[in-house]
C-alpha cells in the first residue's frame, strides 16, 4: 500500500460522528479523504486504512472509485462560499478487487468542516432505485441522522444563546466597523437557530391539535404574512371556492405547512418578470387516502388546496424525491423544509402530492372533512 503524505493530518471528528447511518466523509484542503465512517467504508466498498491521504475522485483511486460529475466544482464552491451545498445525483462507480465495478447514484450535500481550513465534510445520501426495500432503507436513514440531529439542536443552541447575547453588548458601545462585525454574528446567530428549531420541528412526535378550521382563514393568513416580508414583489392571486365546509386540521400546523411551500415558490421564482403565486381552493368528493388495513376503503379527503407557482420547476432528477430529507432543489438549501411539510400533512391523515415542470410547480394538500 502506497505510503501516505508526509503533509497529511487526519482528521478527528467529534462523537456520534462515526456511527452516523449514512456515510459521510471528511476531506482536507486538497481533496483527499481525512476521515470516513463505518457506513462510507461498507456503501463505498473502500477500507479506511487504503483510503485515508488520498483524493476521493483522484487517478490513485480510480480502480476503485470512480465519480460522474466529479467533486472538484462543488468542493471549490463550497470553499469558497463557506456554506453548505448540495449536488444531486452522483453516479459512484464502485469497484471490487476484480476489477468490476457497480453504479450506485446519491446526492452529496457538502459543507465546511470544524478544524483546518479548507476541510469539507460530505454527507452521501443514497438515491439507488432498486425497489421499495432500498428506499425504506433510506428514509430510515434519514430519520436516524435527523433523530442525532435533534439531540444535538438542543446543546448547540444554548451557547449560541449566550454567544448572541454578547454580540448584542457588544454593539451598544462599539466603533461602527466592530458594530457591523458584532450585528453579523447576531443575524448569523438566529439564522442557526432557525435552522435547529427545523430540525426540532421535524422530530416532533407530539399528534396535531385537530379541530374544525375554515382553510380561507388559513390561507389568508399565510397570503398576508407572505406579502408582508418574503413575498411582496410576488403576485399573489386567490381563486378560493366559497362553499367549502370546514376542514379538520391543526390551524397553527397547517398555516406552517402553506408558509412553508408559498415560501418555497417565492425563492423559486427569484425575481422572475411576471412571476406569480396563485392559491386555489376546491371540493373533490373522489379523493380519498390509499386503502390498507387500518382503514379497508380509504379516508374521505376532498377539501383541496393548491399553492401553483409559474417558476422553473423542480430538476428531474430530484422530482420524484422532493418529500425526502436532505433532498433540496437549492444549493444551499437544507432538504428538511419539505421533508416537514410531509410529516405534518401525513401526521394529519391527508395527502400531499407535487406536480412539478418548467413553467409550472403545484403542489396539492387533500384535507378530511371536519
Not at 472509485?65 to 464502485?94: C, D, K, M, W
Not at 440531529?149 to 466592530?178: F, S
Not at 422530482?319 to 416537514?340: H, K, Y
Amino acid at each position: 500500500m502506497t505510503p501516505r503524505p508526509r503533509d497529511f493530518r487526519e482528521a478527528a471528528p467529534g462523537p456520534g460522528w462515526a456511527a452516523l447511518p449514512l456515510p459521510a466523509l471528511i476531506l482536507d484542503a486538497d481533496g483527499r479523504v481525512a476521515a470516513m465512517n463505518d457506513a462510507a467504508e461498507i456503501w463505498l466498498n473502500l477500507s479506511r486504512n487504503s483510503t485515508l491521504g488520498r483524493a476521493l475522485d483522484g487517478d490513485e483511486m480510480s480502480m476503485r472509485l470512480r465519480l460522474q460529475p466529479g467533486l472538484g466544482p462543488l468542493l471549490a464552491r463550497v470553499r469558497a462560499s463557506e456554506e453548505a451545498l448540495y449536488q444531486t445525483s452522483v453516479q459512484f462507480e464502485i469497484g471490487d478487487r476484480t476489477g468490476n465495478h457497480q453504479a450506485r447514484r446519491a446526492a452529496v450535500h457538502a459543507g465546511p468542516a470544524d478544524g483546518a481550513g479548507g476541510s469539507v465534510s460530505l454527507l452521501i445520501v443514497p438515491q439507488d432505485d432498486d425497489g421499495a426495500h432500498q428506499a425504506r432503507h433510506v428514509r430510515s436513514a434519514a430519520r436516524s441522522a435527523i433523530g442525532m440531529a435533534e439531540m444535538l439542536a438542543h446543546e448547540i443552541k444554548n451557547p449560541l444563546a449566550g454567544i448572541r447575547g454578547a454580540a448584542q453588548l457588544m454593539a451598544m458601545n462599539a466603533t461602527p466597523e466592530d458594530r457591523e462585525m458584532a450585528e453579523m454574528i447576531v443575524a448569523e446567530s438566529r439564522r442557526i437557530v432557525a435552522l435547529l428549531d427545523q430540525v426540532e420541528r421535524f422530530g416532533d412526535t407530539s399528534a396535531p391539535r385537530l379541530s374544525a378550521l375554515n382553510v380561507h382563514d388559513v390561507l389568508e393568513q399565510v397570503r398576508r404574512s407572505a406579502k408582508a416580508g418574503f413575498a411582496r414583489d410576488v403576485q399573489i392571486v386567490t381563486d378560493y371556492d366559497p362553499s367549502l365546509p370546514a376542514a379538520l386540521a391543526d390551524a397553527d400546523q397547517l398555516v406552517q405547512v402553506c408558509l412553508n411551500l408559498v415560501k418555497n415558490a417565492s425563492e423559486a421564482l427569484d425575481g422572475k418578470a411576471g412571476g406569480a403565486i396563485r392559491l386555489r381552493t376546491h371540493y373533490d368528493h373522489t379523493l380519498r387516502r390509499p386503502s390498507d388495513e387500518t382503514d379497508p376503503t380509504g379516508r374521505p379527503l376532498p377539501l383541496q388546496i393548491e399553492i401553483e407557482d409559474n417558476g422553473p420547476g423542480f430538476p428531474p432528477a430530484i422530482a420524484d424525491q422532493v418529500f425526502e430529507p436532505f433532498v433540496s432543489g437549492r444549493e444551499n438549501g437544507t432538504g428538511l423544509g419539505l421533508a416537514l411539510v410531509s410529516k405534518i400533512i401525513t401526521d394529519h391523515g391527508a395527502l400531499i402530492r407535487v406536480d412539478s415542470r418548467p413553467g409550472r410547480t403545484v403542489f396539492r394538500i387533500s384535507l378530511p372533512k371536519a
